[in-house]
C-alpha cells in the first residue's frame, strides 16, 4: 500500500503491517484517508488519527476502504467518523464512488425494480472514469471481491439488519432486492448459515444446554443442541460467559446443566460427555479433538473452520496458509476475521494460527491462553514423538 503526506512530498512505498500500526499509534493525521483500522474485540473501525484509546495490536485489521471494513462486519466509530474522510488515492476514491452508487441504489429500490435494474459493470465503470476491466482489477484488490458480489452481499446484509428488526421474510427480502423468495432462498444456505426465518429469529424456538466448569484455562462454558456445541468460551467470570451466550443467542431458550426439561432426552449426558472429552483434551489426555458443531456460519466461514480442524495437533499455520490452503491467497483479513469470529474454541482450533513470524496474534479469549494451549499442545505432541 502507498501512502502520501498531505503535501505530496513523502511517499511510504512499502507500507507493511508495523508502519500502519506506528501510523495508527502516533494518531498520524496524514494517514488519514490512506487506510482504516478496525478492533476486531469491539467490531469498530476508526481512522488512523482516530483520539480514542489506542487498542493492542494484535486485535487490529487494517483495510483500504471503510466499505471493505464493513463489508467485514465493522461499525464505524462514531467519535471520528472514518467513513466521512476523503480518500487520498484518485482510484481509491473511484472504488469508493462506486460502492456508494450500489448502497444508494439498494437503498432506494426494491424487490423487482431492484432486481430488474441491476447495475452493470459497464454502468458503473462509466460512473467511475475506467474501463470494466480496470474497475473489476481495483475492486478486487481494494475490497477483494467483485462488484457483483458486493451488491450481493450488500443485499445480505440488508437483509439481514431487516430481519433481526422483527420484519417478516417476505418484507425484508423485498426491502433488500431481492426480486422473489426463490431468488433469496437459493443464496441463504450458503450465505446464511441456515434458512432466513431461523437467522430472524435469532434462535427462537432453539434450546440450548450449557455448562460452566473449571478447566486449565480458567472457566469453560460449553453450550449444546442434540445437533453439536454451539458455543464454547473461556473467562475467568461465570458472568461474562453466560452473558456472551446470551448475545450470540439472544431468543433462544438455555437451560444450565441439570435443568428438567431436554430436548431429546438425553442431551445433558450427551453434553457432559463433550465437556468431558474437551477437558482431557486441555490436559493434554485427548490430542484427537473430533466433536460435532452446531453453529451459525457463511460459507466462508465455514470453509475457513473446516481448514483450521485440518490442522494437526501441536502446530501451527500463518493466516496466509489458512487462505491459501481454502484457495484464497488474498483473502488474510478474511481468514483474521473468521478466525476472530470462532464461536467454538478449542473444537475449532483458531488458536493455531499465528502471524506469518511466528508471533502470537489477537485471540478472543486472550494472547495469555492461547500461549498455553500451544505450550502444552507442543509439549504432548513432543512427548509423543518420543515414544
Same mark, same amino acid.
Given at each position: 500500500?502507498?501512502?502520501?503526506?498531505?503535501?505530496?512530498?513523502? +511517499?511510504?512505498?512499502?507500507?507493511?503491517?508495523?508502519?500502519?500500526?506506528?501510523?495508527?499509534?502516533?494518531?498520524?493525521?496524514?494517514?488519514?484517508?490512506?487506510?482504516? %483500522?478496525?478492533?476486531?474485540?469491539?467490531?469498530?473501525?476508526?481512522?488512523?488519527?482516530?483520539?480514542?484509546?489506542?487498542?493492542?495490536?494484535?486485535?487490529?485489521?487494517? %483495510?483500504?476502504?471503510?466499505?471493505? !471494513?464493513?463489508?467485514?462486519?465493522?461499525?464505524? @466509530?462514531?467519535?471520528?467518523?472514518?467513513?466521512?474522510?476523503?480518500?487520498?488515492? *484518485?482510484?481509491?476514491?473511484?472504488?469508493?464512488?462506486?460502492?456508494?452508487?450500489?448502497?444508494?441504489?439498494?437503498?432506494?429500490?426494491?424487490?423487482?425494480? @431492484?432486481?430488474?435494474?441491476?447495475?452493470?459493470?459497464?454502468?458503473?465503470?462509466?460512473?467511475?472514469?475506467?474501463? *470494466?476491466?480496470?474497475?473489476?482489477?481495483?475492486?478486487?484488490? +481494494?475490497?477483494?471481491?467483485?462488484?457483483?458480489?458486493?451488491? =450481493?452481499?450488500?443485499?445480505?446484509?440488508?437483509?439481514?439488519?431487516?430481519?433481526?428488526? #422483527? =420484519?417478516?421474510?417476505?418484507?425484508?427480502?423485498?426491502?433488500? #432486492?431481492?426480486?422473489?423468495?426463490?431468488?433469496?432462498?437459493?443464496? !441463504?444456505?450458503?450465505?446464511?448459515?441456515?434458512? *432466513?426465518?431461523?437467522?430472524?429469529?435469532? #434462535?427462537?424456538?432453539?434450546?440450548?444446554?450449557? !455448562?460452566?466448569?473449571?478447566?486449565?484455562?480458567?472457566?469453560?462454558?460449553?453450550?449444546?443442541?442434540?445437533?453439536?456445541?454451539?458455543?464454547?468460551?473461556?473467562?475467568?467470570?461465570? !458472568?461474562?460467559?453466560?452473558?456472551?451466550?446470551?448475545?450470540?443467542?439472544?431468543?433462544?431458550?438455555?437451560?444450565?446443566?441439570?435443568?428438567?426439561?431436554?430436548?431429546?432426552?438425553?442431551?445433558?449426558?450427551?453434553?457432559?460427555?463433550?465437556?468431558?472429552?474437551?477437558?482431557?483434551?486441555?490436559?493434554?489426555?485427548?490430542?484427537?479433538?473430533?466433536?460435532?458443531?452446531?453453529?451459525?456460519?457463511?460459507?466462508?466461514?465455514?470453509?475457513?473452520?473446516?481448514?483450521?480442524?485440518?490442522?494437526?495437533?501441536?502446530?501451527?499455520?500463518?493466516?496466509?496458509?489458512?487462505?491459501?490452503?481454502? #484457495?484464497? *491467497?488474498?483473502?488474510?483479513?478474511?481468514?483474521?476475521?473468521? @478466525?476472530?469470529?470462532?464461536?467454538?474454541?478449542?473444537?475449532?482450533? @483458531?488458536?493455531?494460527?499465528?502471524?506469518?513470524?511466528?508471533?502470537?496474534?489477537?485471540?478472543?479469549?486472550?494472547?495469555?491462553?492461547?500461549?498455553?494451549?500451544?505450550?502444552?499442545?507442543?509439549?504432548?505432541?513432543?512427548?509423543?514423538?518420543?515414544?
Amino acid at each position: 500500500m502507498t501512502v502520501r503526506s498531505k503535501s505530496g512530498s513523502r +511517499t511510504w512505498r512499502k507500507f507493511d503491517r508495523c508502519s500502519l500500526w506506528q501510523a495508527v499509534k502516533s494518531r498520524n493525521r496524514q494517514a488519514d484517508g490512506a487506510f482504516v %483500522f478496525a478492533v476486531s474485540s469491539t467490531g469498530i473501525y476508526c481512522k488512523p488519527s482516530c483520539p480514542a484509546r489506542r487498542p493492542h495490536p494484535a486485535n487490529v485489521l487494517y %483495510f483500504r476502504l471503510p466499505q471493505a !471494513a464493513e463489508r467485514e462486519g465493522f461499525r464505524p @466509530c462514531r467519535r471520528c467518523k472514518p467513513s466521512s474522510v476523503p480518500l487520498r488515492d *484518485p482510484r481509491l476514491e473511484a472504488v469508493a464512488q462506486v460502492c456508494r452508487l450500489i448502497d444508494s441504489r439498494i437503498a432506494s429500490a426494491s424487490g423487482e425494480a @431492484c432486481e430488474g435494474e441491476r447495475l452493470t459493470l459497464s454502468a458503473l465503470s462509466a460512473a467511475a472514469g475506467m474501463s *470494466p476491466d480496470q474497475l473489476d482489477r481495483a475492486f478486487r484488490k +481494494t475490497v477483494g471481491i467483485t462488484p457483483r458480489q458486493y451488491a =450481493d452481499a450488500q443485499r445480505m446484509r440488508r437483509l439481514k439488519s431487516r430481519l433481526k428488526k #422483527g =420484519d417478516d421474510v417476505t418484507t425484508a427480502l423485498y426491502d433488500a #432486492g431481492f426480486g422473489s423468495s426463490s431468488r433469496l432462498y437459493e443464496r !441463504a444456505p450458503s450465505q446464511l448459515g441456515m434458512t *432466513p426465518a431461523v437467522y430472524g429469529r435469532g #434462535g427462537h424456538g432453539m434450546i440450548l444446554h450449557y !455448562a460452566i466448569v473449571d478447566s486449565p484455562l480458567g472457566r469453560l462454558l460449553v453450550a449444546a443442541t442434540h445437533r453439536g456445541v454451539s458455543a464454547l468460551y473461556l473467562s475467568d467470570s461465570d !458472568a461474562e460467559l453466560t452473558a456472551a451466550l446470551r448475545k450470540e443467542y439472544p431468543r433462544a431458550e438455555l437451560l444450565p446443566d441439570g435443568a428438567s426439561r431436554t430436548a431429546s432426552g438425553q442431551l445433558p449426558r450427551q453434553l457432559r460427555r463433550w465437556v468431558t472429552d474437551i477437558l482431557k483434551h486441555l490436559r493434554g489426555r485427548e490430542p484427537n479433538l473430533d466433536l460435532p458443531t452446531d453453529v451459525r456460519a457463511t460459507a466462508f466461514q465455514r470453509r475457513v473452520w473446516e481448514e483450521l480442524r485440518k490442522i494437526p495437533y501441536g502446530a501451527t499455520r500463518s493466516y496466509s496458509d489458512v487462505a491459501r490452503s481454502i #484457495g484464497k *491467497p488474498s483473502a488474510v483479513r478474511a481468514v483474521a476475521r473468521a @478466525c476472530a469470529t470462532n464461536p467454538v474454541a478449542v473444537v475449532v482450533p @483458531c488458536h493455531r494460527v499465528v502471524s506469518k513470524d511466528g508471533q502470537l496474534t489477537g485471540y478472543r479469549w486472550g494472547t495469555d491462553r492461547k500461549r498455553e494451549l500451544l505450550k502444552k499442545e507442543s509439549e504432548v505432541a513432543a512427548k509423543r514423538a518420543r515414544r
